[in-house]
T-cell receptor, first 113, second 109 residues
Framework: DGGITQSPKYLFRKEGQNVTLSCEQNLNHDAMYWYRQDPGQGLRLIYYSQIVNDFQKGDIAEGYSVSREKKESFPLTVTSAQKNPTAFYLC????????????FGPGTRLTVL | GQNIDQPTEMTATEGAIVQINCTYQTSGFNGLFWYQQHAGEAPTFLSYNVLDGLEEKGRFSSFLSRSKGYSYLLLKELQMKDSASYLCASMDSNYQLIWGAGTKLIIKP
């Protein structure tokens, strides 16, 4: 059963703590993406990676960090430098082909108390 | 700048037809995507258009006019399970998706 998994579904953290959100895919997709979704706004790209050991900043990378040590995995760390971390975080992956259609994991809802 | 516009909310009746419009302005264009997102869940892919015209896929169809920077998603024979947000996204010259804020579709019996 191929797909994208994110864990956990819900995450609560105290202000000032770093937290890492996991994203794994077994679709053999080359590219992986992290988005943030806030009410009333479109998805905003945080980071993306098209190849192992390489990643690029998206529009709102400040306060976040990522790694891509394996093709299947693209974890996102929300650091204490991120001023408004409470949001719904979505991971996606795609082949690098004509359409680059992105497929999403179930998301992690992060609440910082 | 890059911009995607779509209505915030629409209401329709079960069994009817609804058209959700999207206009886009992006740096370059490599296709227009529609996704469906139920509350609290991930977006799921519905359609992709890169050439002008209508693409039909069951009860859902998507139309693109590149010269007008315009697309619409047409949903026929509406069912209660179609109540969701519909997200329009344009792929720019860097193959990045620029997303609209989504249209919340409410289906009434």
């Amino acid at each position: 059963d191929g797909g994208i998994t994110q864990s956990p579904k819900y995450l609560f953290r105290k202000e000032g703590q770093n937290v890492t959100l996991s994203c794994e895919q077994n679709l053999n997709h080359d590219a992986m993406y992290w988005y943030r979704q806030d009410p009333g706004q479109g998805l905003r790209l945080i980071y993306y990676s098209q190849i192992v050991n390489d990643f690029q900043k998206g529009d709102i990378a400040e306060g976040y960090s990522v790694s891509r040590e394996k093709k299947e995995s693209f974890p996102l760390t929300v650091t204490s430098a991120q001023k408004n971390p409470t949001a719904f975080y979505l991971c996606a992956s795609s082949m690098l082909d004509a359409t680059d259609t992105q497929y999403f994991g179930p998301g992690t809802r992060l609440t910082v108390l | 700048g890059q911009n995607i516009d779509q209505p915030t909310e629409m209401t329709a009746t079960e069994g009817a037809i609804v058209q959700i419009n999207c206009t886009y302005q992006t740096s370059g264009f490599n296709g227009l995507f529609w996704y469906q997102q139920h509350a609290g869940e991930a977006p799921t892919f519905l359609s992709y258009n890169v050439l002008d015209g209508l693409e039909e896929k069951g009860r859902f169809s998507s139309f693109l006019s590149r010269s007008k920077g315009y697309s619409y998603l047409l949903l026929k024979e509406l069912q209660m399970k179609d109540s969701a947000s519909y997200l329009c996204a344009s792929m720019d010259s860097n193959y990045q998706l620029i997303w609209g804020a989504g249209t919340k579709l409410i289906i009434k019996p």
